[in-house]
């Protein structure tokens, strides 16, 4: 029964990201931009899972961003999908349980999907170009992320050992 609860909130974890970035945090945004709180849900389980699960994951969650948001289908898949997948590279070398390991993927995985979607963007969009509000937005969102990163990942974390979260081998 545990893996069917654990599957249950893997799912929900995204759609309930979504619905927080686009009304609450939409409302409570730092100069116009909101957290990423499936960027932060998928580099949690790519920090917890492994690159192959972490992979898939973000590849899923970014599709269903991409399903509800974009313009362009497949951009946030893809930039989510690389971000866990090198996150998920560093899931044997580091010491999750330390808090301080959660906030620094936060911001590393901040980092590489900001510039993923730049590059992707770049690709699709002739007229698109770097400028400082572009800059500043993606400063915010990292402060953002990390600010969030505090409780998300403690509760995460634990979850995934302890609760509901842990795997135990069966999906």
Known sequence: M???????ILILLPWLAIFLQSTIFGT?????????????????????NGAEKG????????????LVWGRFIGINALAKALTAYILGKLQGNVFKENLLVGVVAVLVATCINAFCMFLMNLAVLPEF???MGLLMGIVYQIIYNVILTVPLYLWYYN???YGCLRYDGEI
């Open 2 to 8: 545990n893996r069917y609860i654990r599957l249950f």
């Open 55 to 66: 992979t898939v994951y973000g590849f899923l969650c970014g599709l269903l961003e991409d």
């Open 159 to 161: 979850s995934s050992i």
């Open 129 to 131: 170009h770097l400028d």
């Open 28 to 48: 409570y945004s730092i100069k116009g931009t909101v957290p990423d709180l499936v960027l932060i849900f998928v580099a949690f389980f790519a920090l917890i």
